[in-house]
């Protein structure tokens, strides 16, 4: 079981920005796709971003150009970087590390950081 550790959240006026922060349990990068997720009140929960091992990222078309996903090799730490918030990026943001064995998909998740944007 991966151990992971966001931080960073608050809150936040409309267009400011945040960097969350995902520290995990090990050298896990070379394995697990890093993901960013979040979730609003009464809605499911989505993905934001995420990047494979091999450094390839995805966003959801929401954030595109606007969040970056990034990691640190040697802190074992993935990154989000929120620019140009919007009210509707309100939201829990869960770190997840995923690995896919055996044709299922393990996945372990954060505790959750909560993100308030005001406008």
């Known amino acids: 079981q991966v151990q992971l550790v966001e931080s960073g959240g608050g809150l936040v006026q409309a267009g400011g920005s945040l960097r969350l922060s995902c520290a995990t349990s090990?050298?896990?990068?070379?394995?697990?796709?890093m993901g960013w997720y979040r979730q609003a009140p009464g809605k499911q929960r989505e993905l934001v971003a995420d990047i494979t091992p091999g450094g390839s990222t995805n966003y959801a078309d929401s954030v595109k150009g606007r969040f970056t996903i990034s990691r640190d090799n040697a802190k074992n730490t993935v990154y989000l970087q929120m620019n140009s918030l919007k009210s509707e990026d309100t939201a829990v943001y869960y770190c997840?590390?995923?690995?896919?064995?055996?044709?299922?998909?393990?996945?372990?998740w954060g505790q959750g950081t909560q993100v308030t944007v005001s406008s």
């Open positions: 997840n590390a995923g690995r896919i064995s055996g044709g299922t998909r393990f996945n372990s």
């Open positions: 090990g050298n896990i990068f070379n394995v697990y796709v």
